[in-house]
């Protein structure tokens, strides 16, 4: 047992060294993945951190040690009780804000100015909400957007109106009604308004993803969001935490928006 080779990232244990070669070729290790903070495993996800430190089978040393100076939220170890306290109350305070922003969006106004300023970060985030369309009602079709920076300063929010005739607000989900979208603006509008904030002057075939002044998108399920806007975007300017491998399902499917927040966010 002693002589089988061993990957130094995730601790798999291989018979012949060519195996353990392929593996190291197909599974993309690097310092970006979820790494246990105690014996310095790498994980595919942080859902698989968590099994390994806390699940039903897991390291015993590391649960161990976990249970004393690991935080539950981010899975971060620290070296003394007294620190994973204070560092408890900053994971709180993330949360209250977070929150803050939940209740401003549930009553929120419209904010349609969409001004070009290059200033501004680079990095920002959509959320959309859909209604549906179609005989069924199943056809998603967007009807508000809203977009965010780094700071959770909205700087875009509208009720859009969809090309094709609304048969289903959703009401329960969205909290659309029909006399939101009565007044509001069309699709190609909203849609050449988020073009152009998003690519912040530069043709969108020029974008670069270094020393570039297009910006950052953030959301989840992007793919979806941009299809319904009409939207094109270039993938390597998009950070979809749908897509994004520690965020998801050990089983590399993407977890619910729903099920990350409640999660990493508490």
Not at 185 to 203: A, F, S, T
């Amino acid at each position: 047992m002693d002589n089988r080779n061993k990957c130094a990232a995730c601790y798999r244990q291989f018979n012949k060294m060519e195996h353990l070669v392929e593996h190291m070729r197909t599974s993309y290790h690097s310092a970006h993945e979820p790494t246990c903070g105690i014996c310095r495993k790498h994980c595919r996800s942080f859902e698989s951190l968590r099994e390994h430190l806390i699940g039903p089978l897991p390291k015993v040393e590391c649960e161990r040690i976990f249970k004393e100076q690991g935080c539950d939220l981010c899975l971060t170890i620290f070296s003394s009780r007294n620190a994973l306290h204070v560092h408890r109350e900053a994971c709180q305070f993330s949360r209250g804000n977070n929150m803050g922003l939940t209740n401003r969006m549930a009553n929120l106004g419209i904010q349609d100015d969409l001004k070009m300023d290059s200033s501004r970060a680079r990095v920002v985030a959509l959320a959309c909400k859909m209604v549906g369309g179609g005989s069924d009602g199943s056809l998603d079709l967007c009807a508000r957007v809203c977009l965010i920076d780094e700071s959770e300063k909205i700087i875009f929010h509208t009720y859009v109106k969809p090309r094709l005739p609304v048969t289903k607000y959703r009401y329960e989900t969205t909290g659309m009604r029909p006399e939101f979208l009565r007044d509001a603006m069309p699709l190609r509008q909203v849609q050449r308004k988020i073009q152009d904030y998003l690519c912040n002057g530069e043709p969108i075939w020029q974008i670069r993803s270094r020393a570039g002044k297009a910006r950052i998108l953030v959301g989840h399920g992007l793919d979806h969001d941009l299809k319904s806007l009409e939207v094109e975007y270039p993938q390597m300017m998009r950070r979809d935490t749908a897509d994004y491998p520690p965020l998801m399902k050990s089983s590399k499917l993407s977890n619910s928006l729903k099920y990350l927040t409640k999660t990493y966010l508490g």
